[in-house]
């Protein structure tokens, strides 16, 4: 990002609110902002697999909430195919997540291929969902 991006002063104002006054100190459209920028940005540097196991799944409930959003309702199914993979719940902490990702195990195929075809399905997902959240400072008056 760059700052010949029209949005990117106001994003950089929410990241440093996000830094000092933390994530509650968010209106909900930085919120939705923040967590679905967060999924977008850890899956293409490591995979939908580092968004677990870092702390963008801290903010899930929200960014599924956003992912219901016309347009983006296949990467929301994407996301609950890997939500599936840790049973009944996704566990809020980075800790909890951190703790069944590694009793996974590196040679579990069943889960390498989920997280493979999932990757593979949202690479191309994402241009759309780029798209989309260009125009969202400006839709949800985070710009004048």
């Known amino acids: 990002m760059g700052s010949h991006i029209p949005w990117f ?3 950089k104002a929410v990241c440093d609110k996000l830094a000092c006054e933390g994530y509650d ?3 909900p459209p930085e919120r939705i902002w923040v967590s679905v920028r967060s999924l977008i940005d850890s899956t293409e540097n490591g995979g939908l697999i580092s ?3 870092n702390t963008g799944a801290d903010t899930l409930p929200d960014c599924l909430a956003a992912l219901d959003s016309p347009g983006a ?3 929301r199914r994407q996301v609950e195919r890997v939500n599936a993979l840790f049973g009944r719940q996704v566990p809020p902490s980075l800790a909890g997540r951190n703790r069944i990702i590694d009793s996974w195990g590196d040679d579990d195929e069943r889960i390498d291929a989920v997280l493979t075809e999932v990757d593979d399905a949202l690479q191309p ?3 759309s969902l780029e798209t989309k959240l260009d125009s969202f400072p400006r839709d949800v008056r985070l710009l004048p």
């Open 9 to 11: 002063p106001r994003w």
């Open 125 to 127: 997902m994402f241009e």
């Open 25 to 27: 100190a968010l209106t």
């Open 51 to 53: 968004y677990y196991y």
């Open 73 to 75: 309702e296949d990467v």
